[in-house]
């Protein structure tokens, strides 16, 4: 599972307040993704990496930003939470044989 | 643009019985088509993928079929155990560049003992 571990695993926090979910990698991936997850729309990428400082948007960018200073780590941050940013977020990691992913963050916005 | 559709939300299948999960797809890059498997508050979780110039891939009771004229997949399942109850995900894989997977929305299979 390339050694995927996101933190928080769980976090609510109020609308209006910046929020940043981490995601660490073992492997030494290139790729790196966020990805959210929500009923009826599976899974949509948000923002993905390809290198260190090397980042671009995905289908669902609007409202985050992201940050790879380091190979291992992904950053993913909402600058301002609102209510349709509730959801389960989840990092991956990417090679040519598939993604790997992490456990994942469900993230509540009240 | 959905790339990537699974047009059944939910599937019911007896216990023993062949399960069978369908995907769609518009874009003709794709290179690998893969099936992730996903339980309540897991990540999603890898379980078979077909490159793009095969027609079918088998891995145990798991065997993807590729009809690249139709532009879809699908899963089968055999026989299908309890356990496989989760949620799928197909997805569609472009190695080139950035290497993104596009996804679909996902079927909730169920299997009933």
């Known amino acids: 599972d390339a050694g995927i571990t996101q933190s928080p695993r769980h976090k609510v926090t109020e609308t209006g307040t910046p929020v940043t979910l981490r995601c660490h990698q073992t492997?030494?991936?290139?790729?790196m993704y966020w990805y959210r997850q929500d009923p009826g729309h599976g899974l949509r990428l948000i923002h993905y990496?390809?290198?260190?400082?090397?980042?671009d948007k995905g289908e669902v960018s609007d409202g985050y930003s992201v940050s790879r200073s380091k190979t291992e780590d992904f950053l993913l941050t909402l600058e301002s939470a609102t209510s349709s940013q509730t959801s389960v977020y989840f990092c991956?990691?990417?090679?040519?044989?598939?993604?790997?992913f992490g456990q994942g963050t469900r993230l509540t916005v009240v | 643009d959905q790339q990537v559709k699974q047009n059944s939300p939910s599937l019911s299948v007896q216990e023993g019985r062949i399960s069978i999960l369908n995907c769609d797809y518009t874009?003709?890059?794709?290179?690998?088509f893969l099936w992730y498997k996903k339980y309540p508050a897991e990540g999603p979780t890898f379980l078979i993928s077909?490159?793009?110039?095969?027609d079918k891939n088998e891995d145990g009771r798991f065997t993807v079929f590729l009809n690249k004229s139709a532009k879809h997949l699908s899963l089968h399942i055999v026989p299908s155990q309890p356990g496989d109850s989760a949620v799928y995900f197909c997805?569609?894989?472009?190695?080139?560049?950035?290497?993104?997977?596009?996804f679909g929305q996902g079927t909730r299979l169920t299997i009933n003992p």
């Open positions: 997805a569609g894989h472009i190695i080139q560049g950035a290497q993104k997977l596009v």
């Open positions: 990496s390809y290198g260190v400082k090397d980042t």
């Open positions: 991956a990691t990417a090679r040519d044989t598939g993604a790997f």
């Open positions: 492997e030494n991936h290139r790729y």
């Open positions: 874009n003709s890059m794709f290179d690998y």
């Open positions: 077909i490159s793009s110039i095969k």
